[in-house]
């Protein structure tokens, strides 16, 4: 039946080895009623927690010697649990003259260290931890995850990828296999870091073109609906997104064929909500799914989605008496009054169903194509709302010190930090006439203005409006020229330098700085956020997550000019924060209002704001914290295999009740113990999360022909849910 499956697997396994996952194992350890191979660890598992389940809810490990009565009255229903209460009735006369004991002291009594051979048996330790609910350090759930395959699949610009990297790289150094699966454009950038790549469908240029051209928001103007330009993008738009969505499964179980073309099937999937078919392919592929992403996906009251077209609400002191207003807060009080949200609110948790919905109805038919393609049911009962519904594991990688994470979000939804990989930025020395102007007047350090690849409609006008504003707040500044070439028109301004290399509007480059010039605004070409940053007063920029995050932590003031997507959002952030002045765009500019704006950069209370935000940020680790959530989302049990604890379980036998490795699978049927009494019979192919029925695991496929190697399948379908498979932390009884 499994031909072949001997082959490379068992040659580095002597029976010898193999033997020691056995060594607690004989006939009186079989049942028949869901555990085929229980050891006496196990049983001192089920002893050691039995007590601490009555623990109260702070769970803080320390338990009355009440609740260990049946212990100290040696009553037990197993054989091999009295083993365990006469080895300890010594310790057991101790503990009954005690009030508490706290759980690691018990553990040390019940599980030492090390077991008689001298072996360390710290994961069975653990384990008890687990089962009780205690909290465990990193490094204590990292080393009881199996070794997985891990898809990260992300859709977007570079810095929707970058933030992964420092992720990526984490698993990899803990022992997992990771994959980084997004637009051919970023092969290299993923590679130099160190991880597998794969190319999915779709271009980011395209992408970052829609953005600017809709504004990040999804809902068309009217300007756009009454444009043939717009329903011809919009075919262009759909097919790229269905080339994306379509190829979500490649990325998860094809080998790259332009790079190593090693053969990979992701365990466990890492998406940003982007690539739309991450819950589907999760589904069809019976595997665990954690989502991340850099703004709020997930409804709340807190805050409307950024791509909802839900303003932020804010009252104006001379409209207080407007009629409009009057009867809007008469009815917020009746609303309040009656126990129910207000209007605000009902808009900020309606966004995200309306984004969702949009969603829906743009590429609902991709996605049931996808689903059909892989055997999954075109319709699905949670429609828009699937990754809510289904309370699909999220993490936001922005700063809890800037953002805290919402009360109406649950468990299953946590804020790491910000994800930051180190030495992406610009890495030229910093340029020493660049440097050298800065400290011409130290006590007058300057404002940095700049928007990275935007498209600034009016460049001249925002230049122009940008001196005038300096020029009237008294203030230094520095203008960084981009994409657009903003400060090109400023050639022979009274008051303004270009730096060497800057361009000017006919395409030149500026001559050397002159330092002896007066002046008080610099244009500049490209250099590194993170040395700048130190070196000014305060920033101003388009209010990108990886921007607003390199200004906060320099502990410096932020002005957000927000272009489209989630830049208004982080704008009213800082803001919200007291870190900057209200987020307006450029088109809104003018020198009267941008002077005040950058006067109150320089105020007292944003500079506050900006180091104490600085100051929490450094403490924080968004990659790490990453990396931990995702262990703690995990349900380790019912994705390692049985015996081998350390492989991903792959396959089922129904007969043995196991769920194993390929490794376990093919030294059972080689060195099957002389007294295991049953027989092999059929194997299935194991699935890990049943999404159809509430993340259980599950078996569909009888294998009736398996080779290493190419791994042809030929299938008889039989499907069962595993309800009845023992997970990890739910131990056999023994009390």
Not at 346 to 371: A, C, E, P, T, W
């Amino acid at each position: 039946m499994l031909a072949g499956m001997d082959e490379d697997q068992s040659k580095s396994i002597s029976k010898e080895e193999f033997t020691k996952y056995f060594r607690e194992f004989d006939k009186a350890t079989i049942t028949s009623i869901g555990h085929t191979v229980l050891n006496y660890p196990k049983a001192k598992v089920e002893a050691a927690v039995l007590p601490f389940r009555a623990m109260d809810a702070k769970r803080q490990g320390v338990i009355a010697t009440k609740h260990f009565v049946r212990w100290f009255e040696r009553k037990a229903r197993e054989d091999r649990t009295l083993k365990i209460y006469d080895e300890l009735e010594p310790q057991l006369k101790v503990l009954k003259e005690r009030d508490t004991i706290t759980f690691w002291e018990w553990m040390n009594l019940l599980v030492p260290a090390n077991d008689e051979h001298g072996n360390a048996i710290t994961r069975t330790r653990l384990l008890c931890a687990e089962v009780v609910g205690l909290c465990l350090a990193p490094s204590m759930l990292y080393n009881m995850a199996p070794r997985m395959n891990i898809v990260i699949l992300i859709c977007g610009s570079r810095g929707d990828v970058q933030p992964f990297i420092p992720i990526g790289q984490i698993l990899k150094s803990i022992g997992h296999r990771v994959r980084l699966a997004t637009h051919e454009n970023f092969r290299d950038f993923v590679t130099k870091n160190g991880l597998e790549f794969y190319p999915i469908g779709g271009d980011p240029k395209q992408l970052m073109s829609y953005m600017v051209q809709s504004k990040g928001q999804l809902m068309p103007g009217i300007s756009q609906l009454i444009s043939p330009q717009y329903w011809r993008d919009t075919g262009d738009r759909f097919k790229m997104m269905s080339d994306i969505i379509m190829s979500g499964w490649e990325g998860a179980n094809c080998p790259d064929v332009k790079g190593d073309n090693k053969p990979f099937k992701a365990d466990v999937i890492i998406s940003n909500p982007t690539t739309y078919c991450h819950v589907h392919l999760a589904e069809a592929m019976g595997v665990p799914l954690h989502m991340f992403f850099t703004m709020p996906w997930s409804p709340t009251s807190a805050f409307p989605h950024p791509m909802g077209n839900v303003a932020y609400k804010e009252l104006k002191a001379s409209k207080a008496q407007d009629k409009e207003v009057v009867d809007f807060l008469t009815a917020q009080r009746n609303r309040q009054k009656a126990k129910t949200k207000s209007a605000w609110v009902d808009d900020n948790v309606y966004s995200y169903r309306k984004v969702d919905l949009m969603m829906h109805v743009g590429m609902g038919s991709i996605f049931s194509d996808f689903r059909k393609k892989h055997g999954l049911d075109p319709n699905w009962k949670e429609g828009s709302s699937i990754i809510h519904e289904r309370e699909v594991p999220f993490a936001y990688t922005w700063s809890p010190a800037l953002i805290p994470k919402p009360l109406d979000w649950g468990d299953h939804v946590d804020v790491v930090g910000f994800s930051e990989l180190k030495g992406s930025g610009f890495t030229k020395p910093p340029p020493e006439d660049i440097d050298a102007w800065i400290k011409k007047e130290p006590a007058r350090p300057p404002v940095f203005i700049g928007f990275g690849s935007c498209v600034i409609p009016d460049v001249k006008k925002v230049s122009e409006t940008i001196v005038k504003a300096a020029k009237q707040a008294g203030v230094r500044v520095i203008i960084q020229q981009g994409w657009a070439g903003l400060g090109k028109h400023l050639k022979g301004v009274e008051g303004v330098s270009f730096v060497k290399g800057a361009k000017f509007e006919d395409g030149k480059e500026a001559p050397e700085l002159d330092m002896d010039k007066k002046d008080f605004c610099l244009v500049i070409g490209r250099v590194a956020h993170s040395w700048l940053f130190d070196m000014v007063a305060g920033v101003c920029h388009h209010g990108g997550a990886g921007t607003t995050y390199a200004g906060l932590i320099a502990a410096r003031p932020t002005l957000v000019a927000p272009f489209f997507g989630d830049q208004p959002f982080w704008g009213q952030m800082v803001n919200n924060a007291g870190a900057g002045p209200k987020p307006t765009p450029v088109d809104q500019w003018k020198p009267d209002m941008l002077a005040k704006k950058f006067t109150s950069m320089f105020s007292k209370g944003q500079k506050k704001a900006a180091l104490e935000l600085s100051r929490a940020m450094k403490r924080e680790n968004g990659a790490k914290e990453s990396v931990r959530v995702f262990h703690e989302k995990l349900n380790i049990g019912q994705l390692e295999c049985d015996l081998l604890q350390t492989d991903v379980a792959k396959f089922y036998v129904p007969n043995w009740r196991l769920k194993l490795g390929k490794r376990a699978l093919t030294i059972m049927r080689k060195h099957q113990p002389d007294w295991f009494p049953i027989l092999m019979g059929s194997v299935h192919r194991y699935t890990s999360c049943d999404w159809g029925s509430g993340c259980m695991p599950g078996f569909k496929e009888e294998i009736k022909d398996l080779r290493v190697g190419d791994l042809q399948v030929r299938f008889s379908f039989s499907s069962e849910s595993l309800f009845a498979l023992p997970k990890w932390h739910v131990i056999l009884r023994c009390l």
